[in-house]
């Protein structure tokens, strides 16, 4: 019984219908593009036109490989992420327990921050960090709460939201189609490379990639019959991300770069954006795109609150030598509540502090290790028979790596690397005696 994964009983006829209008790769996407990486696209866009589109789109066809990656594995298993890392050695456990309690505590902070960002700017009167804690609890409930399918339909309407704000933000800016197709030329402006690098691994690039899996559980997709299913939802849900990040880009490229307006990193570039905006075409758009900006926020808050949750339990759960499905580690369950509450209340005492540096740099080293390590086992597990793994964690030959998925993989996993050690060299050299 230890061995054997506990299932949502859900048949064809039942899940047939539902994934026709969304699906966990919504989820994953909504979750991973946050205000953050709009940001960063927009930026490019303001600073090099359109001639970083094409690292732009490269960036979600690497987002649809990594997912599907997972996806595939879990499915081809009908097992956990965390299992098939358990099945590589004790050095993933080092790596995930330091990093799943460090990385939930500071972006807990900061996502709650984000979502109450737009609207203390529409409504100047309230205070950030209340705004924000009200933002987090609000999170809290629905999560805790409301059932995953109640939780894919809050998510898809908050795409929707983003999607009519975004692109009509593009829309209205009056794209240069010809100048658009040229972006999509493989070149790089001087001085773009390191940016280039940062815009391709990081939009919609998160620790909810490894979600993936765990969200096609809940959504009752768990075995390789829906690997087909699978497939097409995650397609859809980044063909969503690329237009995204091509209407944020076109704004960058048409509002600001060629007017040589610049606007900051980080989440508050979508706040200059709307004064662009207010500036260009009244009030009122400026409002609604503060809207959109909401709807990104929330949609990773909520999403990082369901999804990082389900990877932790399922971690205590493996620890504790619990069966692999186990309700404690399911969406409602003990351990997924314990994380919840451990991303909500922990980091409002960042709201009121600075940042500690040690933790603000222990958090940037290990988040830095994540995505080459996602991608490295990910090359390993979807490979041939390995020696010495746990039998039940071992892909069937029908869906394991061909060439292409393997060149792919291989792909994502040198550029994860590159902008690793870049991360690392970053974070280390203010450390260095001399640094200014």
């Given amino acids: 019984m230890g061995d054997q994964p506990v299932h949502v009983a859900t048949d064809d006829a ?39 589109l094409w690292v732009a789109v490269l960036g979600a066809i690497l987002k ?15 097992r956990s992420i965390f299992e098939g890392w358990r099945s590589l050695g004790r050095w993933t456990t080092w790596y995930f327990a330091p990093y799943i309690v460090i990385w939930g ?11 109450a960002l737009p609207i203390i700017t529409l409504f100047p ?82 620790i909810t990639l490894a979600a993936y899996g765990y969200w096609l559980r809940e959504k009752g997709w768990y075995a390789p019959r829906f690997m087909k299913v699978m497939r097409i939802d995650n397609g859809v849900a980044y063909l969503v991300t690329g237009i995204f990040v091509v209407a944020m880009l076109i704004v960058g490229a048409e509002l600001l770069y060629s007017a040589n307006v610049a606007v900051a990193t980080g989440d508050r570039g979508l706040l200059d954006l709307a004064n662009v905006l207010d500036d260009r075409y009244g009030d009122w758009f400026g409002k609604v795109f503060l809207l959109g900006f909401w709807s990104a926020s929330f949609s990773s808050l909520i999403g990082v609150w369901s999804g990082v949750s ?17 309700p404690d580690t399911r969406t409602g369950g003990k351990l997924f509540k314990t994380y919840l509450l451990w991303l909500t209340f922990p980091p409002m005492v960042l709201l009121f502090l600075d940042e500690p540096q040690a933790l603000v740099i222990t958090y940037g080293v290990l988040g830095a290790l994540f995505m080459p390590f996602l991608a490295i086992t990910l090359l390993v597990l979807l490979n041939k028979r390995r020696d010495g793994a746990l039998p039940h964690t071992e892909v069937p030959a029908r869906w394991r790596n061909g060439w292409l998925s393997n060149s792919l993989l291989a792909l994502c996993a040198l550029l994860f690397v590159a902008l690793s050690i870049n991360e690392l060299v970053n974070r280390v050299k203010p450390l260095l005696p001399g640094a200014g």
């Fill in 14 to 52: 039942q899940v047939r219908p539902r994934w026709r209008f969304v699906g966990p790769g919504l989820v994953v996407a909504a979750t991973g593009v946050g205000a953050a990486d709009l940001v960063a696209t927009l930026v490019a866009g303001a600073r090099y036109g359109y001639a970083l």
């Fill in 310 to 326: 389900l990877l932790f339990a399922d971690f205590v759960g493996n620890l504790r030598k619990l069966p692999s499905g186990h």
């Fill in 125 to 206: 009167g309230l205070e950030l960090r209340w705004v924000a804690m009200i933002s987090g609890l609000i999170g809290l409930a629905m999560v805790w709460f409301g059932s995953y399918l109640a939780f894919e339909k809050v998510i898809a309407v908050l795409v929707g939201v983003m999607f009519v704000t975004v692109v009509g933000a593009a829309i209205v800016a009056v794209p240069n189609v010809g100048q658009i197709l040229l972006g999509l030329r493989p070149i790089l402006p001087e001085g773009s490379v390191l940016y280039a690098l940062a815009l391709a691994g990081g939009v919609g690039g998160t």
């Fill in 64 to 78: 649809v490989i990594l997912v599907e990656a997972a996806g595939r594995y879990s499915l081809a298993t009908e």
């Fill in 105 to 115: 505590f500071v972006y807990g902070a900061t996502a709650m921050s984000s979502s």
